[in-house]
């Protein structure tokens, strides 16, 4: 098997997934904390699939934080596929969460200028939980290809 920046079992690997978790982490913090967002369906897609990026995320960091404390092999082809599979989907699961809430959130503050008939809306907390949870996208991405080349 191939050695990789990010592979799992590696302390490269988990700061890979503390990254993940933590901007999964943010970016439903600053959602949830932001006035009415669960009246748009986008931004509960969002905190949805920011949630399940942030279990994937911890679950996978306490199997590198295991392997490395027992100085395990993570990169069994069996292994790989189930964290391949699942870094795939999640990583599609963000990018379309991020992407939607972008659209939405462009939607009332460029090209309607909805936020400034409501003020209690809080547009510049959508801004930032759609900015987090592409920074998000990005690292499970990185993490999705590191598998797959693992893998080939």
């Not at 490395?68 to 993570?74: A, F, M, N, Q, T």
């Amino acid at each position: 098997m191939k050695k990789m920046i990010g592979s799992p079992g590696t302390m490269s690997g988990l700061i890979l997934r503390l990254g993940q978790c933590a901007t999964a982490a943010a970016s439903i913090g600053v959602m949830v904390s932001s006035y009415d967002f669960s009246n748009y369906t986008a931004f509960c897609f969002l905190v949805a699939s920011m949630g399940l990026q942030l279990i994937w995320s911890f679950g996978l960091a306490c199997l590198d934080v295991y392997a490395i404390r027992r100085k395990s092999d993570l990169r069994s082809p069996i292994l790989l596929s189930l964290f391949t599979v699942g870094d795939w989907v999640t990583a599609l699961l963000a990018l379309a969460a991020a992407c939607s809430s972008a659209g939405v959130t462009v939607l009332f503050t460029k090209d309607t200028e909805f936020c400034r008939q409501q003020p209690a809306l809080s547009c510049d907390r959508f801004q930032i939980s759609v900015g987090l949870s592409f920074f998000n996208w990005f690292l499970a991405a990185i993490s999705s290809h590191t598998m797959f080349w693992i893998l080939i």
